[in-house]
């Protein structure tokens, strides 16, 4: 009988020892998997970021700018760093119609506000002759094609900034009595001025006056 015992008691000391080796000994105290390092885990990826312009530098040049007038232009942003190329061109290209439609009217008062007095007087000399003549123009500024700088200077805080102007204008000329005595309206003509702006910089006036008239 004891020998039974001890016999059941080896086979129970064989069994736990097996079962140990293949289970291992679980107390809850084990070793958890260390957790992946910064080191070891995947980086964002960072896209580049886009480059900014730097203060103080000079704008970018475009179409609308000839190479000849970048150091004008320069020297205007330098005596007013307000100065944007893009406003500027499109108040010439404003100041262009609205002083053609002035010239064409006769209308002098408006002639005054856009431009200096020189030009004024030479303006109001081709109104009078046409008004000695009992001449009218009937003329249409269809569009303006182009806009572009070509030369800039700046003296003292006198500025000048000098636009050539691409347009078609349909013109007409009539008489006393209204009879058209030259031009069509429905064939525009390709018109090239180069008209020149001044201003002061730093002045309390922001607007650009029209201090030269040309043909290119």
Not at 103 to 132: H, M, N, P, T, Y
């Amino acid at each position: 009988m004891l020998f039974y015992v001890v016999l059941l008691a080896m086979v129970a000391l064989f069994l736990a020892l097996r079962l140990y080796s293949v289970l291992g000994k679980r107390t809850g105290h084990e070793q958890q998997p260390l957790a992946r390092s910064a080191d070891d885990r995947p980086l964002p990826v960072t896209l580049p970021r886009a480059a900014e312009p730097v203060q103080g530098t000079t704008p970018v040049m475009n179409r609308n700018i000839d190479p000849r007038a970048e150091q004008g232009l320069r020297s205007v942003i330098s005596g007013e760093p307000g100065f944007d190329v893009t406003q500027f061109l499109g108040g010439a290209q404003a100041a262009y119609r609205m002083t053609l439609e002035a010239f064409w009217k006769g209308d002098e008062d408006a002639l005054a506000d856009l431009v200096e007095a020189d030009v004024l007087a030479a303006f109001s000399e081709a109104i009078e002759q046409r008004r000695e003549a009992g001449q009218t123009l009937d003329n249409r500024l269809i569009r303006i094609d182009s806009a572009k700088i070509v030369d800039a200077q700046v003296e003292g805080r006198q500025a000048r900034i000098t636009v050539r102007f691409d347009a078609d204008i349909a013109a007409i000329t009539r008489d006393a009595e209204g009879n058209v005595i030259a031009g069509s309206l429905s064939d525009a003509v390709e018109t090239h001025d180069v008209w020149t702006f001044a201003r002061t910089l730093k002045s309390g006036d922001p607007n650009w006056k029209l201090v030269d008239t040309d043909e290119a």
